[in-house]
Structures are given as structure tokens and as C-alpha cells.
């Protein structure tokens, strides 16, 4: 094959996971924050059930994510992402077709399913399998596009909302996912030459236990590293409006702002793009949570110079867009390729389930300490993160692997 062929090949695949990754997450994601209140009121829920059938959803994800990437390693990325799209689009039927607090339990039930076999984790873990010389600079290419789905998905669901209603628009979703599934089958090559799939998924489980009986307190210091990172990032983008007009900011203003934060995020991958490659995930990783802690620090300083709200948008949004590309490649970086699947979702649990957990503790610790209280807790949480990875990189140890 060609190098003119091979590089088509790699745009094309790119191009159509970052397509599919925007309508997953814009879906799957973003959609019930436009639409969940006039769910709440004809379905007779409370707030509490509402968002907690979304929390429950996040933390199976995260529950599942090592299921899904061992999934991943058995069956190979494609299958299991085009499988994703048709159960995320059973999800919504359900949701648009139900009238009970059981049927909607059971649609997030599903839709849970769905992000822990085609959100980011598991695309990235195929995108491993399918092009391993390249993994870093395509999952910065895929999450271009993927970062702008709330910018896509926000106005799309304010405009499907009074024109079909909620149900109407679950059925659209659902149409959306099965596009994707289309796509998935389309770039996803059949084989992987170079790769190869187990028949059994145990050889992965007892490869990640080893793993992480070697590594011992600098696995889980990662994980944590991770999941403390995942919090703080969660926590922002759920209540990021809230957070804005309690430090005194006009409303007006901080919805403004918030809402520049996917193309602040898109930028700051951009920049990876440009320039980032040149250094390690390590290094990036470094950067990115010393970037996370700092710009909660200049928040904590907004209610004194209101002027600071600027830099911290563009602090945070860059940290966080570089986020995700931090958690795909560190882990592959230090473990490398055999067994991605069963890697990646090892070391993305963690981070899931925090982040599922994230919006619900924010407000519980909102309540108790207040604002600035909160905003404190969080600085020590992104500073506890930035110390665990410093540590956990210390040493190189994929030669030892």
C-alpha cells in the first residue's frame, strides 16, 4: 500500500470517528440538559431522579469500562462500536416510548451500556488497534471534532425541542447513533494486521492484574491521579454557569463565557496538534494538570479581581480539552499496545466513576462549605492530582513491561 493511499486511509478514519464521537457525545452527553426538564415534568420526576438516572449511567460506564475494552481486545474495535450505536438508539426509543419511572430507569440503564462501549475510551482503544504508529495525533484529530458536540448538540436540541418535542427528538438521537454505527463499519478496518485479538478476553484480565501487582502504588496513584483530574473537570463543566454568578459574575456574562469553553478546548487541542507532539504524554500530562490546579486557583481569586474570570476560562478550557488526550495516551505510553483494550479501561474506571460523581458532590459540597469552601477543596483535589502523576511518571517503565 502506498504512503498517499495510507495517509487517505488515516484522514478518513479520523475524520469519521471525530464525526461519530460529536453525535455520541452530543447525544449521549449533552442532550439531557436541554431537554431533561420537560422530561421531568411529564414523566412526574424530581430533579434528583432525573439527573440521578444520568449520574447511575455515568458510574455503569465506568463500571463496564474494563468489560468494554476487553471486549475491544477479543473482538476488535469495530465490532464493538458499531454495536454501541444500536444499543445507544434502543436506549432513546425506550426513553421516547416510556411513561413510568421504571421505563426510565431502564433507558439509562442502556444508554449507560452505550457510553461504556462507544464513548472515548473505547474509541480510542480502536483507534490503538487500527493505526498504533499514529494513536497520539489521531486521538488529538478525533477529539478535535468530538469536543465541539455540545457546541453542536446545545442549539440543535433547543431547535428539535419545540419543533418535536422531547420524544421526538430521543427518536432523532436514536437515528443519530445508528449513523454512527454506519460510520464505525465504514472506517473501521475488518483486520488489524499487526494486532493480534485473543480468542479469550483472560489473558488481558490476568495481563492488567499483573500489571498492576508490579506496579503496586504507582498504578493506583495514576488511577487516582486520573480520577481526582476527572473530578475537578466534571464538576466545572456541570456547574460552570452556577459556580460563575455565585463568585458575582452576571449572568449574562458567565453563560458567555461557558459557552465559549468547547472552542477554548478545541483550541487547546489544536495546539497539542501543532506543537504538543514533539513532547512526551508524560510531559503533556504534567502540563495539563499543573494548567487544571492553576486555574482553580484563579478562580478562587474572581470575587477579589473580577478581571481574572478571562484567564480562568482560558486556563480551564485548555486543560480540559488536553485532558482527555492525556488519558489516552499516558497508560498506552507507559504500557504499550498488547492488550490497549483491557488498558485503557483498566485505567479509565476510576475516572468514570468520578466523574459520574462529580456534579452530585459539588452541590453537597456547595452546601455545606459554601463557594469559596468548595473552590478550596477543589484546588487541593487538582493539586493532590498534579502530585500523583509527578509521581507516578517518575520512572519510564514501559521497558520494563
Not at 240 to 256: F, G, N
Not at 282 to 296: E, I, R
Not at 354 to 373: K, N, Q
Request: hydrophobic letters at 55%.
Amino acid at each position: 500500500m502506498d504512503k498517499e493511499h495510507l495517509t487517505t486511509r488515516h484522514a478518513a478514519l479520523v475524520l469519521g470517528l471525530g464525526t461519530a464521537q460529536l453525535l455520541a457525545w452530543g447525544t449521549l452527553y449533552y442532550a439531557l440538559a436541554i431537554f431533561g426538564q420537560p422530561m421531568r415534568r411529564e414523566l412526574h420526576l424530581s430533579n434528583a431522579e432525573l439527573f440521578g438516572g444520568f449520574a447511575c449511567s455515568l458510574a455503569l460506564s465506568g463500571l463496564l469500562a474494563p468489560l468494554a475494552g476487553r471486549l475491544i481486545d477479543r473482538w476488535g474495535g469495530r465490532k464493538v462500536l458499531a454495536t454501541s450505536g444500536a444499543v445507544g438508539a434502543c436506549g432513546f426509543v425506550v426513553l421516547a416510548a416510556t411513561s413510568t419511572r421504571l421505563g426510565f430507569i431502564t433507558s439509562w440503564i442502556v444508554l449507560g451500556l452505550a457510553m461504556a462501549l462507544g464513548l472515548y475510551d473505547s474509541c480510542f482503544a480502536a483507534l490503538a488497534q487500527a493505526t498504533p504508529f499514529k494513536y497520539r495525533a489521531n486521538v488529538t484529530g478525533v477529539t478535535l471534532l468530538g469536543g465541539l458536540a455540545s457546541t453542536v448538540a446545545w442549539p440543535l436540541s433547543h431547535y428539535l425541542l419545540p419543533a418535536i418535542g422531547w420524544r421526538g427528538a430521543c427518536c432523532a438521537y436514536a437515528g443519530a447513533l445508528l449513523v454512527c454505527s454506519l460510520i464505525y463499519l465504514a472506517v473501521l478496518p475488518h483486520r488489524l494486521p499487526g494486532i493480534r485479538l485473543p480468542l479469550r478476553a483472560a489473558p488481558h484480565s490476568e495481563r492488567v492484574a499483573t500489571l498492576a501487582l508490579q506496579l503496586r502504588n504507582r498504578a493506583r496513584t495514576l488511577s487516582l491521579a486520573f480520577a481526582g483530574s476527572a473530578f475537578v473537570a466534571s464538576a466545572f463543566s456541570a456547574h460552570m454557569i452556577y459556580t460563575l454568578k455565585a463568585l458575582q459574575i452576571p449572568t449574562e456574562r458567565a453563560v458567555w463565557l461557558a459557552s465559549t469553553l468547547g472552542i477554548i478546548q478545541v483550541g487547546g487541542r489544536l495546539l497539542e496538534r501543532l506543537v504538543g507532539q514533539r513532547h512526551s504524554a508524560l510531559a503533556l500530562g504534567t502540563t495539563t494538570f499543573g494548567v487544571l490546579a492553576l486555574s482553580v486557583w484563579v478562580l478562587l481569586g474572581i470575587v477579589d479581581f473580577p478581571w481574572l474570570v478571562f484567564p480562568f476560562v482560558l486556563l480551564y478550557g485548555a486543560a480540559n480539552g488536553l485532558l482527555t488526550i492525556v488519558k489516552a495516551a499516558i497508560p498506552v505510553e507507559l504500557l504499550g499496545f498488547d492488550g490497549v483494550g483491557a488498558t485503557i479501561g483498566t485505567f479509565s474506571a476510576p475516572s468514570l466513576l468520578s466523574r459520574a460523581a462529580a456534579p452530585v458532590g459539588f452541590v453537597l459540597l456547595a452546601d455545606m462549605t459554601g463557594i469559596r469552601g468548595t473552590l478550596t477543596i477543589m484546588l487541593l483535589i487538582a493539586m493532590c492530582s498534579f502530585g500523583a502523576l509527578v509521581h507516578a511518571a517518575r520512572r519510564q517503565l514501559a521497558s520494563r513491561i
